[in-house]
């Protein structure tokens, strides 16, 4: 049972336990508004950190303790994925590429790169849109159903993987991944690629180890110049 089906049974016990104290105890009213309160704060921070399982299951570190997994959003970028899949050749590294779908539309030869060099592609939604978090279930499994098709037209398999847009999770994203029978993938390690300069984001890199999952994004400019650092500096300390 995930942590929001949990919660709701919890807030309805309280919520009747409240009623028959009222019964026989006079208090305010405001009460019941605490419960609530509580509520709402458990679902932002569920909703906020992908790994909190709080509506569905997801992998944030690896079960191969072997090796550090390297994971890229929001690409395929027609200049930067090149950069960045020379980069993972030069030191014999495989990747994750969690794809939009409308990137994957206007950029399909980059994708295929991607699969040709030994990579996989998942599925990171359609759009990417900044109203992701509030599509209906029916919307959120069109998104997803629209990119497989286009993952499945360039690499002939089925996707079977997803990473939510900015790392929410809520009701409506978790029942159309069950639908779908589709796994979601976090990370234990976020860069900061897109907000942090180099040093910082290096600094953040430090601690990683095998097993953990490390989110990149391969649409940056700074991002192949990191990942190159920051590979050399594994490599020098293994």
């Given at each position: 049972?995930?942590?929001?089906?949990?919660?709701?049974?919890?807030?309805?016990?309280?919520?009747?336990?409240?009623?028959?104290?009222?019964?026989?105890?006079?208090?305010?009213?405001?009460?019941?508004?605490?419960?609530?309160?509580?509520?709402?704060?458990?679902?932002?921070?569920?909703?906020?950190?992908?790994?909190?399982?709080?509506?569905?299951?997801?992998?944030?570190?690896?079960?191969?303790?072997?090796?550090?997994?390297?994971?890229?959003?929001?690409?395929?970028?027609?200049?930067?994925?090149?950069?960045?899949?020379?980069?993972?050749?030069?030191?014999?590294?495989?990747?994750?590429?969690?794809?939009?779908?409308?990137?994957?539309?206007?950029?399909?030869?980059?994708a295929k790169q991607i699969i040709n060099e030994g990579h996989t592609i998942g599925n990171h939604s359609y759009s990417h849109s900044w109203y992701?978090?509030?599509?209906?279930?029916?919307?959120?499994?069109?998104?997803?159903?629209?990119?497989?098709?286009?993952?499945?037209?360039?690499?002939?398999?089925?996707?079977?993987?997803?990473?939510?847009?900015?790392?929410?999770?809520?009701?409506?994203?978790?029942?159309?991944?069950?639908?779908?029978?589709?796994?979601?993938?976090?990370?234990?390690?976020?860069?900061?690629?897109?907000?942090?300069?180099?040093?910082?984001?290096?600094?953040?890199?430090?601690?990683?180890?095998?097993?953990?999952?490390?989110?990149?994004?391969d649409t940056k400019l700074k991002t192949p110049e990191i990942l190159d650092n920051f590979l050399r500096l594994k490599s020098i300390s293994e």
């Amino acid at each position: 049972m995930s942590g929001f089906k949990k919660t709701n049974i919890s807030l309805i016990i309280i919520l009747l336990i409240l009623i028959l104290l009222r019964t026989n105890y006079f208090f305010s009213a405001l009460f019941f508004s605490i419960p609530f309160i509580i509520y709402t704060i458990l679902l932002f921070f569920g909703s906020k950190n992908i790994c909190s399982q709080f509506y569905t299951k997801v992998k944030c570190t690896s079960e191969d303790k072997s090796k550090i997994h390297l994971t890229f959003d929001d690409g395929p970028h027609p200049k930067i994925t090149p950069e960045i899949l020379k980069i993972l050749k030069k030191n014999n590294q495989k990747a994750t590429f969690f794809c939009i779908g409308k990137n994957l539309e206007q950029f399909p030869e980059t994708a295929k790169q991607i699969i040709n060099e030994g990579h996989t592609i998942g599925n990171h939604s359609y759009s990417h849109s900044w109203y992701f978090d509030f599509f209906r279930t029916s919307k959120v499994t069109k998104e997803l159903l629209k990119t497989n098709t286009l993952i499945k037209k360039i690499t002939g398999e089925n996707c079977k993987i997803f990473r939510p847009p900015y790392g929410i999770t809520n009701p409506n994203i978790a029942r159309a991944v069950k639908k779908l029978n589709m796994k979601v993938w976090g990370w234990n390690i976020r860069s900061l690629d897109t907000v942090k300069d180099k040093n910082q984001v290096l600094k953040r890199l430090q601690k990683a180890k095998p097993g953990d999952i490390v989110l990149f994004h391969d649409t940056k400019l700074k991002t192949p110049e990191i990942l190159d650092n920051f590979l050399r500096l594994k490599s020098i300390s293994e």
